[in-house]
């Protein structure tokens, strides 16, 4: 069965460091999604990326974020330069249907980033 | 604003009972309903996702329903198992291109 993967499954960083985090959505998909969770917290929605730009995107998501497809088959999260509040479990997901209210995001099993 | 809430937060049964999670959003205006399960530390893995013209899904011991018009959605767990110890997400999806999350119920099923 075909699934969102991610890399690295956990990347420590120091503060004020660049990371990137890596998803390769289900191939076919047209719709990608970050989301975040922060430990004891809620699976937030950051942003959502259709046709090589973002669709809509949180308070959460400033300019410290931004997010790329940069071929046919990976979408990244870039946080320019992090904080310790960034340290999360952040989520990838994708959607194929043409029409999004039609089918479920399907999640990747999430990259831990650890900000010290 | 959409916000879900699940209710109880946690919860700890002894192995074998039934037992029912619930999910309450506030607009009921959603497009689908899916439920979660998040083992420690790790990542969501799908378990049940109901449309809004769906009354209830079900999946082996897993039965999800939906009462749109009352805002609210229950997940059923059938003779519970240590194994079904995880915390159990809902999500809705109001057609803004994102879902939006409860913050879990914790279960705990004691051998």
């Known amino acids: 069965e075909p699934e969102v993967t991610q890399t690295p499954s956990h990347q420590v960083t120091q503060m004020g460091q660049e990371v990137i985090l890596r998803c390769v959505p289900i191939?076919?998909?047209?719709?990608f999604y970050w989301y975040r969770q922060i430990l004891g917290q809620k699976v937030e929605f950051l942003v959502s990326?259709?046709?090589?730009?973002?669709?809509?995107k949180s308070e959460i998501f400033d300019d410290q974020f931004s997010v790329e497809r940069p071929d046919g088959s990976n979408f990244t999260l870039k946080i320019r330069s992090t904080k310790l509040e960034d340290s999360a479990m952040y989520f990838c997901?994708?959607?194929?249907?043409?029409?999004?209210?039609?089918?479920?995001?399907?999640f990747g099993p999430g990259t831990r980033l650890t900000v010290l | 604003k959409q916000e879900v809430t699940q209710i109880p937060a946690a919860l700890s049964v002894p192995e074998g009972e039934n037992l029912v999670l619930n999910c309450s959003f506030t607009?009921?205006?959603?497009?689908?309903l899916q439920w979660f399960r998040q083992d420690p530390g790790k990542g969501l893995t799908s378990l049940l996702l109901?449309?809004?013209?769906?009354r209830e899904q079900t999946s082996g011991r897993l039965n999800a329903s939906l009462d749109k018009s009352s805002g609210r959605s229950t997940l059923y767990i059938a003779a519970s198992q240590p194994g079904d110890s995880a915390t159990y997400l809902c999500?809705?999806?109001?057609?803004?291109?994102?879902?939006?999350f409860g913050t879990g119920t914790r279960l705990k099923v004691l051998a």
């Open positions: 997901a994708s959607l194929g249907a043409p029409i999004p209210d039609t089918d479920t995001q399907y």
């Open positions: 191939s076919n998909h047209l719709y």
């Open positions: 990326f259709y046709n090589n730009e973002i669709s809509e």
């Open positions: 607009d009921s205006a959603i497009y689908n």
């Open positions: 109901i449309q809004s013209s769906q």
């Open positions: 999500a809705v999806y109001p057609g803004t291109y994102k879902y939006i």
